[in-house]
T-cell receptor, first 109, second 114 residues
Framework: RKEVEQDPGPFNVPEGATVAFNCTYSNSASQSFFWYRQDCRKEPKLLMS???SGNEDGRFTAQLNRASQYISLLIRDSKLSDSATYLCVVTGTASKLTFGTGTRLQVTL | EPEVTQTPSHQVTQMGQEVILRCVPISNHLYFYWYRQILGQKVEFLVSFYNNEISEKSEIFDDQFSVERPDGSNFTLKIRSTKLEDSAMYFC????????????FGPGTRLTVL
């Protein structure tokens, strides 16, 4: 089983749509959870950390279910500028980030 | 806003040659990392570095790889004898602390081995 598994997409959605991405992780000892965003041929950039209680940042909502080892990201009112690859990331040991392969989002007019 | 910088942006080398990729982490950060991303694949952890020594490394980080912080500001990744399969984007990152401290990534160096 892959350490971090994501649907690669692409998800093609119209502007204004709501889209949800899911991710599962295999290591039950994972401690910290993140969503990063990566634009084509650019570096990953932190979008948001994910907490057990769920958290929201503007149009973005992240949820964590430790029992199911499942993480989600919801994007409301999609913008053209949201087009990117969304990376689910977990930490096992203290320093190492483990990345999923990413889910590609394309927002269209 | 402080940022991680990397040089060069693109390095082309012949198989078997040594390359050194350079990074300047954010100045008050204590933890430094190298990751790589082969085209079309996921970002993979190579090594983490703290207090002038390696704190963790992956299976990819074999004897051909080494890291150094030569002068208190630069953080380098050396590949001693490059192979075709070393062609990838190499990202440097730094963080102020561990665990849920955000890791800030540099723009990457694209390494092409011919």
């Amino acid at each position: 089983r892959k350490e971090v598994e994501q649907d690669p997409g692409p998800f093609n959605v119209p502007e204004g749509a709501t889209v949800a991405f899911n991710c599962t992780y295999s290591n039950s000892a994972s401690q910290s959870f993140f969503w990063y965003r990566q634009d084509c041929r650019k570096e990953p950039k932190l979008l948001m950390s994910v907490y057990s209680s769920g958290n929201e940042d503007g149009r973005f909502t992240a949820q964590l279910n430790r029992a199911s080892q499942y993480i989600s990201l919801l994007i409301r009112d999609s913008k053209l500028s949201d087009s990117a690859t969304y990376l689910c990331v977990v930490t096992g040991t203290a320093s190492k980030l483990t990345f999923g392969t990413g889910t590609r989002l394309q927002v269209t007019l | 806003e402080p940022e991680v910088t990397q040089t060069p942006s693109h390095q082309v080398t012949q198989m078997g040659q040594e390359v050194i990729l350079r990074c300047v982490p954010i100045s008050n950060h204590l933890y430094f990392y190298w990751y790589r991303q082969i085209l079309g694949q996921k970002v993979e952890f190579l090594v983490s570095f703290y207090n002038n020594e390696i704190s963790e490394k992956s299976e990819i980080f074999d004897d051909q790889f080494s890291v150094e912080r030569p002068d208190g500001s630069n953080f380098t990744l050396k590949i001693r004898s490059t192979k075709l399969e070393d062609s990838a984007m190499y990202f440097c990152a730094s963080s102020p602390g561990l665990a849920d401290n955000e890791q800030f990534f540099g723009p990457g160096t694209r390494l092409t081995v011919l």
